[in-house]
């Protein structure tokens, strides 16, 4: 496949709440392999552009396409079987159970027993030679057993990213992966998506632009629901529209949206 195929496109992706339209005839054309951040001031529909992504809202008009083909009118679970997977920006996993017991879960689907859960425990050891890789693959291991309630806030959002690949996408959603962390946390997640990312495309939206910084290959910038401007790194960061976007009028330095992030 070309380097330059796009795996995930939208054409004039619409949605519109009771005459507010809160994402406005979007043209995403997310690559093959690559990390593409979609970013923007608050409000400005990206949360919105990734629950149509994934079905859980239906456009207003619009199309959606997965490796060229319309996907537009599939269901969430039908989205979630092609491989486009999404995380949240809330943690999304069971608190009271492990580590284990949370992959293990999302793994249940390759033995068809995904809403089984009256058969005993015992029917998912198969899984845990695998539910342990993922652990380890997110830098877990040592937390396998451990009560997710009982875990660090950064490492839940890491529980989070292997419960996700524990799906098998090609495609990660990952909605606002370092919401909430503190310096350290942010820079082990950062690590986290960079070795996850190697043979998959991931689509992300961050608030962090120094994370974005380091991982993105491609920047869309959406304000008040439509595409502002989009290239690599270098190129929205100096945008004088991005910086007014962010900023306000009063944001000369090319530099200002890293400052502040």
């Given amino acids: 496949m070309q380097v330059d195929t796009p795996v995930l496109e939208t054409r004039g992706l619409t949605k519109s709440f009771r005459g507010f339209t ?9 690559q093959e392999g690559h990390v593409h951040a979609l970013i923007g001031p608050n409000g400005a529909g990206k949360t919105t552009v990734f629950n149509l992504l994934t079905k859980f809202l239906p456009p207003t008009r619009g199309e959606i396409l997965y490796r060229g083909e319309a996907i537009t009118t599939l269901k969430p679970n039908e989205i979630a079987r092609r491989g486009i997977v999404r995380s949240f920006q809330i943690s999304a996993v069971f608190a009271h159970m492990t580590a284990l017991e949370n992959v293990r879960v999302a793994l249940q689907r390759r033995l068809g027993t995904s809403f089984h859960f009256w058969k005993s425990a015992r029917t998912l050891n198969v899984l845990d030679e695998r539910a342990l890789a993922l652990l380890d ?24 990213v292997a419960t996700t690949l524990a799906l098998d996408p090609s495609v990660m959603l990952l909605d606002e992966p370092t ?20 043979g998959r495309t991931v689509l992300m939206v961050e608030h962090n632009l120094s994370v974005v910084s380091r ?35 009063e944001a000369p330095e090319p530099d200002a949206l890293e400052v502040r992030a």
């Fill in 22 to 30: 809160a994402v406005d005839s979007v043209d995403l054309c997310v």
């Fill in 215 to 249: 991982l993105c290959d491609r920047i869309t910038v959406l304000a008040r629901g439509a595409i502002l401007a989009e290239g690599d790194y270098a190129m929205v960061s100096s945008d004088p529209r991005v910086r007014e976007a962010y900023m306000g009028r």
């Fill in 137 to 160: 693959e997110v830098g877990l291991a040592a937390y396998a057993h451990t009560l997710t309630t009982e875990m660090p806030y950064g490492r839940k959002r890491a529980l989070e």
């Fill in 179 to 198: 919401q909430g962390m503190g310096a350290e946390d942010v820079d082990r997640i950062v690590a986290l998506i960079k070795r996850v990312s190697v």
